[in-house]
């Protein structure tokens, strides 16, 4: 092959340099811009770490306060965007009026074109963090037929959304805050992954110099894969099929045949614990003893534990990845399975965008344009078509 290195899928190729999420796959380690994954699930807030990825470092008080009020100046939808929701059918897959609206937010907001400008750049993902959330909601609401509750500012982040979809149709309903910050929690967790699929297409696309919205709609549909971001959807039914813990041990058979996957189980990068998987697996405890226990729980880990047991996953080092355990949060949250990909991508925005910033302040960074190994035939001439 020459000069030119053969790496598929690029498992062992570095295709930028990157200050902001670091893993240690066989340690089990997740840190953002420095900071442990535990500490920020911990003591921080989904809005705080997506500042911390984009800026690089901890907000101040003051500088918290201006950044949680810009995001809050940006929570409603443009016109046009309401009424392309509402042009969906409503049993739509909420990942295509996902990668509709936010690639139709590029024609609302055209001068988001001029990615040079950074106070343009910024702007943009002010209004892409705070409508993003909207979105899910109203895509919800449009679903179920009902009208849409605007958004609250008063509230925090998690706790609008939750408000803003209503699950409960209830006259004054007010948000559980248990379940407020349970969701925030997982926000944080799925905030940022280094160079994972959906991320190498932000760059990848980004690195055209298309807007910010463009690149962001092509890295939604990126996460809207099975092997992805659908993971936890596919996760949730399986379960569901499984139907009962003593129907594991089959199942496990079923996996190790070839017949179908673990979902929720292996990753590229981590060949230990997922430390995401570890807090949100104590997360699933807590919103449980909140709502009502989940049946579906008891599958997951009786899954987890004879999974853990067994040669065939031991020799491949597959272990609990980060969609393992959040669909069984976001179900006792009432979301819809089919919303799950959606909360995976509403937090990855804040990670997907401080990427994209990188990449355009880089001055390595050209426009992306891997290589190939040509194997197909050699030259020939055309026939016509009825010589054939
Ligand atoms: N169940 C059963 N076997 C598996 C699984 C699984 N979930 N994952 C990997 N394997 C086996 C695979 O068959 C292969 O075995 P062999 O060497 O005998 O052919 C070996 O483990 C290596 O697998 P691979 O497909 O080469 O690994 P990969 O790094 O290309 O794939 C993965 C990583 C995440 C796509 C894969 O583990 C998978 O499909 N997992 C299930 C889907 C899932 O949970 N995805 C969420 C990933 S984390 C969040 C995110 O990125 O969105």
């Given at each position: 092959f020459g000069l030119m290195s053969y790496d598929p899928a690029f498992m062992n190729t570095a295709a930028c340099v990157s200050r902001i999420t670091y893993i240690d796959g066989d340690k089990g380690?997740?840190?953002?811009?420095?900071?442990?994954?535990e500490q920020l699930a911990e003591q921080s807030s989904y809005l705080e770490v997506a500042y911390l990825l984009l800026y690089g470092e901890l907000p101040s008080k003051e500088r918290l306060a201006w950044w949680e009020y810009r995001i809050s100046r940006h929570l409603f939808l443009h016109n046009s965007l309401v009424e392309l929701i509402?042009?969906?059918?409503y049993d739509a897959h909420p990942m295509g009026i996902l990668i509709s609206s936010v690639a139709a937010m590029s024609t609302l907001y055209p001068e988001a074109k001029n990615i040079h400008d950074p106070a343009v750049r910024e702007k943009q993902i002010w209004r892409i963090i705070g409508q993003i959330p909207t979105i899910a909601a109203f895509a919800y609401r449009h679903r179920i037929g009902r009208p849409f509750n605007l958004p609250d500012s008063s509230l925090s982040y998690t706790a609008n959304l939750l408000y803003m979809m209503d699950y409960?149709?209830?006259?004054?309903?007010?948000?559980?805050?248990?379940?407020?910050?349970?969701?925030?929690?997982?926000?944080?967790?799925?905030?940022?992954?280094?160079?994972?699929?959906?991320t190498s297409v932000m760059r990848s696309v980004g690195s055209s110099h298309a807007d910010p919205y463009s690149a962001l709609s092509a890295a939604a549909a990126a996460l809207y894969g099975p092997l992805h971001g659908g993971a936890n959807e596919a996760v949730l039914r399986m379960l569901q099929q499984?139907?009962?813990p003593k129907n594991v041990p089959a199942f496990i058979e079923r996996v190790k045949k070839g017949e179908t996957r673990l979902m929720g189980f292996g990753h590229r990068v981590y060949k230990n614990y997922d430390p995401?998987?570890?807090?949100?697996r104590q997360i699933a405890h807590e919103v449980?003893?909140?709502t009502?226990?989940?049946p579906?729980?008891?599958?997951?880990?009786?899954?987890?534990?004879?999974?853990?047991?067994?040669?065939?996953?031991?020799?491949?080092?597959?272990?609990?990845?980060?969609?393992?355990?959040?669909?069984?949060?976001?179900?006792?949250?009432?979301?819809?399975?089919?919303?799950?990909?959606?909360?995976?991508?509403?937090p990855r925005a804040s990670g997907w965008l401080a990427q994209w910033l990188e990449m355009l302040d880089d001055p390595e960074q050209k426009i992306t344009r891997p290589r190939q190994i040509y194997l197909g035939h050699a030259r020939r001439d055309y026939v016509p078509v009825d010589q054939r």
């Amino acid at each position: 092959f020459g000069l030119m290195s053969y790496d598929p899928a690029f498992m062992n190729t570095a295709a930028c340099v990157s200050r902001i999420t670091y893993i240690d796959g066989d340690k089990g380690i997740l840190e953002y811009r420095g900071y442990p994954i535990e500490q920020l699930a911990e003591q921080s807030s989904y809005l705080e770490v997506a500042y911390l990825l984009l800026y690089g470092e901890l907000p101040s008080k003051e500088r918290l306060a201006w950044w949680e009020y810009r995001i809050s100046r940006h929570l409603f939808l443009h016109n046009s965007l309401v009424e392309l929701i509402q042009a969906f059918r409503y049993d739509a897959h909420p990942m295509g009026i996902l990668i509709s609206s936010v690639a139709a937010m590029s024609t609302l907001y055209p001068e988001a074109k001029n990615i040079h400008d950074p106070a343009v750049r910024e702007k943009q993902i002010w209004r892409i963090i705070g409508q993003i959330p909207t979105i899910a909601a109203f895509a919800y609401r449009h679903r179920i037929g009902r009208p849409f509750n605007l958004p609250d500012s008063s509230l925090s982040y998690t706790a609008n959304l939750l408000y803003m979809m209503d699950y409960m149709n209830q006259r004054d309903y007010e948000v559980n805050p248990v379940l407020a910050k349970a969701l925030d929690v997982l926000f944080i967790l799925h905030a940022d992954h280094e160079q994972n699929c959906s991320t190498s297409v932000m760059r990848s696309v980004g690195s055209s110099h298309a807007d910010p919205y463009s690149a962001l709609s092509a890295a939604a549909a990126a996460l809207y894969g099975p092997l992805h971001g659908g993971a936890n959807e596919a996760v949730l039914r399986m379960l569901q099929q499984i139907g009962h813990p003593k129907n594991v041990p089959a199942f496990i058979e079923r996996v190790k045949k070839g017949e179908t996957r673990l979902m929720g189980f292996g990753h590229r990068v981590y060949k230990n614990y997922d430390p995401r998987a570890k807090i949100i697996r104590q997360i699933a405890h807590e919103v449980f003893a909140a709502t009502a226990a989940n049946p579906l729980l008891d599958i997951a880990m009786e899954l987890e534990r004879v999974a853990l047991e067994d040669e065939y996953f031991i020799s491949r080092k597959l272990y609990p990845n980060v969609d393992f355990y959040s669909g069984l949060i976001y179900q006792a949250l009432r979301f819809p399975i089919e919303y799950f990909p959606f909360l995976f991508a509403i937090p990855r925005a804040s990670g997907w965008l401080a990427q994209w910033l990188e990449m355009l302040d880089d001055p390595e960074q050209k426009i992306t344009r891997p290589r190939q190994i040509y194997l197909g035939h050699a030259r020939r001439d055309y026939v016509p078509v009825d010589q054939r």
